[in-house]
């Protein structure tokens, strides 16, 4: 398996600036003759027993230059529940959680 990466943005409320700039990295990343299904970002609400949720935004192994961009983390691929697709296809869920 292919190491995945992670961000926590912190506080949902707070973290739309981070998140937006993280959109357009991986927007040019996954444009043009780079584009493929394995090129994929998504985003979920996690609260691991907190009061408030974090944001946590995942990156596919094929997104490494932009995970490692914004000092991502290494980690497992997440479960697919509850996650948003932030950038990439839409096939891109069936390719990478197959």
Same mark, same amino acid.
């Given at each position: 398996?292919?190491?995945?990466?992670?961000?926590?943005?912190?506080?949902?409320?707070? @973290?739309?600036?981070?998140?937006?700039?993280?959109?357009?990295?991986?927007?040019?990343?996954?444009?043009?003759?780079?584009?493929? @299904? @394995?090129?994929?970002?998504?985003?979920?609400?996690?609260?691991?027993?907190?009061?408030?949720?974090?944001?946590?935004?995942?990156? *596919?192994?094929?997104?490494?230059?932009? @995970?490692?961009?914004?000092?991502?983390?290494?980690?497992?691929?997440? *479960?697919?529940?509850?996650?948003?697709?932030?950038?990439?296809?839409?096939?891109?869920?069936?390719?990478?959680?197959?």
């Amino acid at each position: 398996m292919k190491t995945w990466f992670v961000s926590n943005l912190g506080d949902a409320m707070l @973290a739309q600036d981070e998140l937006d700039y993280i959109r357009s990295l991986a927007s040019a990343a996954c444009s043009g003759s780079d584009a493929s @299904a @394995a090129k994929a970002v998504f985003m979920r609400h996690e609260s691991e027993g907190q009061l408030h949720c974090d944001l946590k935004v995942y990156f *596919s192994p094929a997104m490494i230059d932009t @995970a490692q961009q914004v000092d991502a983390t290494p980690c497992n691929r997440p *479960s697919p529940e509850g996650l948003g697709l932030l950038v990439g296809e839409e096939s891109s869920r069936e390719k990478l959680f197959e």
